[in-house]
C-alpha cells in the first residue's frame, strides 16, 4: 500500500512539475489577481479537470484510447489548434496592473481558460492517460485506489500552491512587466509544444 503511494505521489509531481501551458496559467492568474481568493476558479477547475483525467485513467480508458490510432490524431489535433489560438492570445496580451486585473478576468472567463488548458492540453492528457494510466495496471483494488488518490493529491497541492507563488511574485511586481515577459514566454511554450505536436503525428 504505501510503495503504490509512494509511487503515485513521486511520478505525478515529476509529471506535473516541468513549466507547461497549464502551470503558466495558473502562476499567472494568482500574480494578477488583486486578492488569492479571485485565483480560486482556476486552482479549483485545474485540479477538478485533472482529477477527472486521472480517475479516468486509472479506471483504464488509457487503454481504450491508446489503442485507437484515429482517436489519439483527433486528441492530437484539437491540442495542436488550440494551443497555437492560446499562444496568440497570451502573446497579444498586455501586462495588467493590479487596479485592473479584478475586471479583466471574471470568475467565468478563468474556469473557461483552466478547463481549456487541462482537458484540451494533449500533454496533460497523455501524461494522464498515457503514463499515470498505465502505471495504474501494476496495482489491483485497494492498493489501485491508493495509487490513484496519491496523485490527485499532488495536482491539488501543486495547483494551490502555485497559485500562492504568483500571488507573492505578483505583490513584488505591480507594474505588471514580469507578468507580460511571463506571458511572452507562455506563449513560446505554447508554439513550442503545437511544433513538437505537429512532428510527432508522422510516427
Known amino acids: 500500500m504505501f510503495s503504490a503511494i509512494f509511487h503515485g505521489f513521486i511520478l505525478a509531481f515529476g509529471l506535473i512539475l516541468p513549466l507547461g501551458v497549464q502551470n503558466v496559467f495558473v502562476f499567472n492568474q494568482g500574480a494578477l489577481q488583486p486578492r488569492w481568493v479571485y485565483v480560486l476558479p482556476v486552482v479549483l477547475t485545474a485540479s477538478l479537470c485533472d482529477t477527472l483525467l486521472i480517475s479516468l485513467a486509472v479506471f483504464g480508458v488509457s487503454a481504450v484510447v491508446l489503442g485507437v490510432a484515429w482517436i489519439k490524431v483527433t486528441l492530437l489535433l484539437i491540442g495542436i489548434i488550440f494551443l497555437i ?11 495588467h496592473t493590479v ?34 494510466g498505465t502505471s495504474s495496471l501494476s496495482y489491483s483494488g485497494a492498493a489501485k485506489l491508493a495509487f490513484m488518490l496519491s496523485c490527485i ?31 511572452k514566454l507562455s506563449a513560446l511554450i505554447m508554439w513550442g509544444t503545437a511544433i513538437y505536436l505537429i512532428f510527432s503525428l508522422n510516427y
Open 85 to 95: 489560438y492560446m499562444g496568440y492570445t497570451t502573446w497579444k496580451s498586455k501586462a
Open 99 to 132: 487596479e485592473t486585473t479584478n475586471q479583466s478576468f471574471s470568475p467565468r472567463k478563468q474556469f473557461v481558460f483552466a478547463a481549456s488548458v487541462s482537458l484540451l492540453n494533449p500533454h496533460a492528457i497523455m501524461d494522464t492517460i498515457g503514463v499515470i
Open 153 to 183: 493529491f499532488v495536482s491539488w497541492m501543486w495547483f494551490f500552491g502555485l497559485s500562492l507563488a504568483g500571488r507573492m511574485v505578483g505583490k513584488l511586481d505591480q507594474s505588471g512587466r514580469f507578468i507580460l515577459v511571463l506571458n
